[in-house]
T-cell receptor
Framework: GQQLNQSPQSMFIQEGEDVSMNCTSS?????WLWYKQEPGEGPVLLIA?????ELTSNGRLTAQFGITRKDSFLNISASIPSDVGIYFC?????????FGTGTSLTVIP | DSGVTQTPKHLITATGQRVTLRCSPR?????VYWYQQSLDQGLQFLIQ???????AKGNILERFSAQQFPDLHSELNLSSLELGDSALYFC?????????????FGEGSWLTVV
């Protein structure tokens, strides 16, 4: 199946730093979704984006749906230790969802 | 709580055996998706059902099968299990809202084949 290009693959940051990750695709998507997954748990939806150019925030998280509809980014401001996890992007077209390979985030206290 | 319920949460079984994983989608969601996630791997799409009918197939082995019942719950059957089938299996359901589509995941069924 199609995979989205998600970068970076992993990040090690100090507590309090801002984080940025992004997903790109060669295909156009109608919806972009961002999830966080902790070990042994299911992905939890963080932010859903439905329109090109849309910028949406959820607390310290901000995500944007790229104008070309082929990319999206997620920013986390002022990171804290509980932000640790794997962040996945997902793009939706038709009735299918395609997932990025994940960004593993480690926050050093 | 996403509203998607999966059972069992953990399962240990021997090679060659068969297991069934169960999923109840969010209330009102007609679509159910199954994904496999091996250690340190991304989400591999297996199969999708919509209102009881198979809608799309991904990287699902012939030893695996699924179905969605009239009450919309779904089961994933894994047979002739091999060591390499050990993984987290996720069910997800999707809703088409006013704005667009969103997919919600269950907490997963952790399968260990020994």
């Amino acid at each position: 199946g199609q995979q989205l290009n998600q970068s970076p693959q992993s990040m090690f940051i100090q507590e309090g730093e801002d984080v940025s990750m992004n997903c790109t695709s060669s295909s156009i998507f109608n919806t972009w979704l961002w999830y966080k997954q902790e070990p042994g748990e299911g992905p939890v939806l963080l932010i859903a984006l439905y329109k090109a150019g849309e910028l949406t925030s959820n607390g310290r998280l901000t995500a944007q749906f790229g104008i070309t509809r082929k990319d999206s980014f997620l920013n986390i401001s002022a990171s804290i230790p509980s932000d640790v996890g794997i962040y996945f992007c997902a793009g939706q077209t038709g009735n299918q969802f395609y997932f990025g390979t994940g960004t593993s985030l480690t926050v050093i206290p | 709580d996403s509203g998607v319920t999966q059972t069992p949460k953990h399962l240990i079984t021997a090679t060659g055996q068969r297991v069934t994983l169960r999923c109840s989608p969010r209330s009102g969601d007609l679509s159910v998706y199954w994904y496999q996630q091996s250690l340190d791997q991304g989400l591999q799409f297996l199969i999708q059902y919509y209102n009881g009918e198979e809608r799309a197939k991904g990287n699902i082995l012939e030893r695996f099968s699924a179905q969605q019942f009239p009450d919309l719950h779904s089961e994933l059957n894994l047979s002739s299990l091999e060591l390499g089938d050990s993984a987290l299996y996720f069910c997800a359901s999707s809703v088409v809202g006013i704005s667009g589509n969103t997919i919600y995941f269950g907490e997963g069924s952790w399968l260990t084949v020994v």
